[in-house]
């Protein structure tokens, strides 16, 4: 196993990767249907995917996952290893994932572009300024801010009331000094006093919108219902009310392309927005997962944290507003974070311990159960780590073959996509099954029973409280007609249950829903379960202290 | 003239332009010099400028202005005019110019790239994002305030005092309301409360810093000794102390690398940096400033503001920093701003009024006078304006003449470089002079007799008056072993003095130096003669208001 003692970084750059041309001829595209940007990224060209409309559909892959801990799963690893796995193979595949942003990058992360030999690349350009979209974002959405308070300033036409204004600004960076901030001091020269604050710029409901519009003028739409303030009247203001809505779209004009990159064996990957998977949705674009599924026979995708979030969010929203058939789904476990669901603390899992691993299992169990109740079929990736041992795995194996769960090992990381075979297997006798997807509840489900349907049925509660606050805000929308609306859960992912201490397969428990967020421009109602922080705080020592640019020109500190 | 009704935005989106890689080649850059970024940019390969130093240098152009006024003198058009006359007459020239900023194309201006058909192109994408630079320079800027605050909360092993923080916020936009902000706000998990305020990302120290940085290292070793705040016992902390610079390097990797573009006619032009003009040296990068030089025969660059700030900043540091040689300078003036400098309403310009005229000339001839100190032969270009009459154009050309002052007029706006060619004529007049350049102080000159030179012989005043805390500040610098760094005087535009209501040449004033900031990652120590904003505010109605993409995709509300 030398070769897994190379870091994520090492192994980025001893890739020779191919020119982005080449990329783009092998999945049928010509020198029109793009721009290159650097030697090794093109941005796919406007409107492009209306073009292809007409093209038959490729088999749509989401690759989920058990609940997230703190030991880590290789979702993003394993999409990017079976789609390695299936171009190995001769299929025509394409990879389709979220933008990585800049905080957790600067923060924790170090990246996230996969790991190991599962990568995609340049993982040093992606995971910095990439093609500009956050940036892109970052403007548009304080464009609208600025334009706003440009408003309050000017006389207030609008009358709009400066303590209802629920339009925050953003920066791509992880900055808690920021989160609650007053603005507007220093006198009548200098803007109208009022508490606001800033959050990461991928909690942006630019960024969801940008991830659901399915056209530039979609786009626009989208935006100029974006409600951003109340007036005295308690009237809602929108972006087009405040004049705002040409320029930010102007301004998302380029971002609004997806984005072409290739993996470290030169599979061909769309990366292309990134929302948060709490208040938003956590998928990547709908326009690029349209476009890959027009120019490739399998797209492999995925979706933020865990099963009962990213996938729940995938199929009841991004699929929905974006008519997308899942084929098939992989839910990617790891031995280390089933034995942390089974109750064995981190320090400890490097210890063999069956008995938690067992325990762990019925969380795996509740997801599989969750994607059969959509219709789609599921397969489990093992995600191999080394301190893994053989009874163990042998272990999780017997147990998704007892219960006819379709498995696999993935070795991807170790491996490339040659450790991704026997998991190609099992997803394609999945495909075969023909999946029978369908959403949780129809449009016209009561907003109250969509969330009690989604908490019943996907978290496995045993029912839902309301807070009074909650409950008036759900009869403000169906009032205004958004009873239509999907709804978008921002609950904790480290359990099924709305407290991120409970893990495992927890039963008997109520979720309780404190605060409803319309979401007018991305076209979904959020419920938050909890404080949502929106703006992420560094640790202690943040990898940024340790990144550089060593004299010969190598970057370092990124992972 | 019906050329002249067409708006830039359209003269820009009727051009056929060239790809990049066409233009690119014609400067004699190979493949591996540059990586395009779309079909019409380009960026320079790193190390470029050092592959290329022992080349000849081409001769440089600087172009600058009498102080601008309401009226408008069109620099940048007459920058790009002279290059394309340069070009269109078969000389290799380069035009080198600063990057436009998001907030004054959002609010007053709509756009910076020239105007008629002098443009450099495509001013939409120039206008907008560009290659990102802008975005990296506001990311790496606010990396450094997330890490300083990050300090403060985990514990503050430095001592940093929060109320001696010097390192503010930025963004890229016009956004009055977040000058004077608080932030910290929301209890012990959110960051320590101090007060804290945003700036335009071109008022960045790191905008300076990019701007005169030589090559990767030497912006690195920069930006390690920004001061950011001082400790409790008034030690300069700096952005190494917080150990920030690496990530800060890091995020700038691409924003360093030149920019490539064309001009209306083909010329090309590199757009690189653009710095403030008060309490910055307001020209474009050294870097590309250099590489122009290694790359053309000619190369034509411009300054912000008016002679009296814009050319003596060039000539005092970005030429002293960057070892430049300039060989010529152009100063526009035009019949509408002259008048206004001899006492005419800005709704009474369309009149003609000789007497005003000559009046204003005046200013005029002290700025060629201030050249001459320099030892840098000067040009005056007159910059036609449709309502000038021919007696008012033979007026300001006669007054020329009469003094032996070299002059053109420029017609570079209604007719591109062919109304430029009488000026090249002028331009090769000078250049055959053979400049005498050199900087107006030595940089062992005490600081104080430094700026009572500048406001003595550039701005023509009777004396300097400094402060009790601008002196004392002055003494800290030359203690700390600042003394011998060039001053960055920060002074209105709009007058000779420091009060921006005083036009034409004006006499017999002292210039007040009310406060000093040492900028030792620029390398300049700047000197406030009143409060400069550095953050701007949106007017009544934006620009921003009434831009937008229309159906058939066309974009509209840039100029």
Not at 39 to 47: F, I, N, S
Request: proline residues 4%; negative net charge; glycine residues 10%.
């Amino acid at each position: 196993m030398e070769k897994t003692i190379r870091s994520d970084l090492e192994i980025a750059q001893q890739t020779t990767l191919r020119p982005i041309s080449e990329i783009a001829k092998q999945v049928g595209l010509t020198d029109a249907d793009y721009d290159t940007y650097g030697k090794y990224k093109a941005k796919l060209a406007d409107g492009l995917a209306e073009r292809l409309a007409t093209k038959a559909d490729g088999k749509l892959i989401l690759v989920t996952a058990i609940n997230p801990t703190a030991a880590g799963e290789g979702k993003s690893t394993v999409t990017v290893g079976l789609g390695q796995a299936l171009h190995r193979l001769n299929h025509k595949a394409m990879i389709c994932l979220r933008e990585p942003s800049l905080g957790p990058t600067m923060g924790l992360k170090g990246g996230a572009c996969g790991g190991g030999y599962s990568q995609v690349l340049p993982m040093e350009e992606i995971n910095l300024h990439f093609t500009g979209d956050m940036h892109a974002i970052t403007s548009a959405h304080n464009t609208i801010s600025a334009l706003l308070d440009n408003h309050l300033h000017q006389g207030n036409d609008l009358r709009i009331d400066p303590r209802r204004i629920t339009w925050k600004r953003v920066l791509d960076l992880n900055d808690r000094a920021l989160r609650n901030i007053t603005i507007g001091l220093g006198g009548a020269a200098h803007g109208i006093p009022r508490q606001d604050g800033f959050d990461i710029t991928v909690a942006s409901e630019i960024m969801a919108v940008l991830c659901l519009a399915d056209s530039i003028a979609d786009l626009e739409e989208r935006i100029s219902r974006i409600v951003v303030a109340y007036s005295y009247e308690q009237q809602p203001i929108t972006v087009k009310d405040i004049q705002a809505s040409g320029a930010a779209t102007l301004l998302l004009k380029e971002a609004f392309r997806p984005n072409l990159v290739q993996t470290v064996e030169g599979t061909p990957a769309l990366i292309h927005g990134g929302p948060f998977a709490n208040i938003a949705h956590g998928c990547n674009s709908l326009i690029a997962t349209r476009t890959a599924l027009k120019l490739s026979d399998y797209v492999v995708t995925e979706a933020g944290f865990g099963a009962d979030l990213g996938a729940e969010k995938f199929f009841n929203i991004k699929s929905r507003i974006g008519d997308l058939h899942p084929d098939a789904v992989v839910l990617v476990a790891t031995v280390r974070a089933l034995k942390m669901h089974g109750g064995v603390a981190k320090n400890q899992l490097a210890e063999e311990n069956l008995s938690a691993l067992v325990e762990g299992l019925a969380l795996l169990e509740k997801h599989v159960e969750t994607m059969d109740l959509f219709g789609v079929p599921a397969v489990v990736a093992l995600n191999r780590f080394s301190s893994d041992t053989d009874i163990e795995r042998q272990t999780v194996l017997e147990w998704c073959r007892e219960r006819k769960i379709r498995v696999a090992e993935s070795e991807v990381f170790s491996q490339g996509g040659a450790g991704g075979e026997t998991l190609v297997e099992q997803v394609f006798e999945a495909i075969e099954e023909d999946s029978q997807f369908t959403p949780l509840y129809p449009a016209d489900l009561p907003l109250t029973q969509k969330i009690e349907r989604i908490a019943k049925r996907v978290y496995g509660a045993a029912g839902v409280h309301f807070e009074e606050k909650a409950l008036r805000e759900l009869e403000r929308c169906t009032e205004q007609g958004l009873g239509h609306l999907p709804i978008c859960m921002a609950k904790t992912p480290f359990s099924l249950t709305d407290d991120p201490s409970k893990y495992g397969r927890v039963e008997g428990f109520t979720i309780t829903v404190r605060e409803i967020r319309p979401a007018i421009g991305a076209g979904f109602i959020v419920a938050l379960t909890g404080n949502v922080l929106t703006m992420p705080g560094l640790p202690k020592t943040p990898a940024a202290n340790t990144m550089g640019i060593s004299e010969d020109g190598t970057i370092f500190g990124l992972s």
